[in-house]
């Protein structure tokens, strides 16, 4: 008795079979959010840009001041730009244009390619009163080295 139960249980235990081992692939690098670190070590996913006049790492948004559109009902523009003091360089953001700097002293400052200059004008605000104000504006040099202005910024 005991030999046909061993024998059953034999022939029972001989059709269940392993399961076939797959060979394991190298397990790929995860993507690691915010693991994006540029030549700075700026994450971009965190929305840190390098800002070349302050030499560090920054939310040009959070840092920077937007300026207002012209003809726009001077809604907010997608310029925006980073002031250290008044004499200092100016770094500037906006459709494709990631932080061009700006060189010279108040009231004018240009990029060396010579495309965009920034202007503080002292400006009447009311044309019947004494009223005036300086006002940042930003320009786009033309081919004909006329000026064209695309945002602006009433200053304190």
Same mark, same amino acid.
């Given at each position: 008795?005991?030999?046909?139960?061993?024998?059953?249980?034999?022939?029972?235990?001989?059709?269940?079979?392993?399961?076939?081992?797959?060979?394991?692939?190298?397990?790929?690098?995860?993507?690691?959010?915010?693991?994006?670190?540029?030549?700075?070590?700026?994450?971009?996913?965190?929305?840190?840009?390098?800002?070349?006049?302050?030499?560090?790492?920054?939310?040009?948004?959070?840092?920077?001041?937007?300026?207002?559109?012209?003809?726009?009902? *001077?809604?907010?523009?997608?310029?925006? +730009?980073?002031?250290?003091? =008044? /004499?200092?360089?100016? #770094?500037?953001?906006?459709?494709? &244009?990631?932080?061009?700097?700006?060189?010279?002293?108040?009231?004018?400052?240009?990029?060396?390619?010579?495309?965009?200059?920034?202007?503080?004008?002292?400006?009447?605000?009311?044309?019947?009163? *004494?009223?005036?104000?300086?006002?940042? +504006?930003?320009?786009?040099? =033309? /081919?004909?080295?006329? #000026?064209?202005?695309?945002?602006? &910024?009433?200053?304190?």
């Amino acid at each position: 008795m005991k030999k046909i139960f061993f024998l059953a249980a034999a022939i029972i235990l001989s059709g269940c079979q392993s399961p076939a081992i797959e060979a394991t692939k190298p397990m790929e690098k995860p993507q690691i959010v915010g693991g994006d670190s540029d030549a700075h070590g700026c994450k971009a996913s965190a929305g840190y840009t390098w800002s070349k006049t302050r030499a560090t790492c920054v939310r040009v948004w959070e840092v920077g001041t937007r300026l207002n559109s012209f003809g726009n009902g *001077n809604k907010p523009s997608e310029y925006i +730009i980073i002031r250290n003091g =008044n /004499n200092g360089p100016i #770094e500037l953001f906006g459709p494709n &244009i990631n932080g061009i700097v700006l060189k010279g002293k108040k009231p004018k400052w240009k990029d060396e390619q010579g495309n965009y200059t920034i202007n503080i004008e002292n400006i009447s605000t009311q044309p019947l009163a *004494n009223s005036r104000m300086n006002m940042l +504006i930003l320009c786009k040099v =033309n /081919n004909d080295l006329t #000026e064209t202005g695309l945002a602006f &910024i009433y200053l304190d």
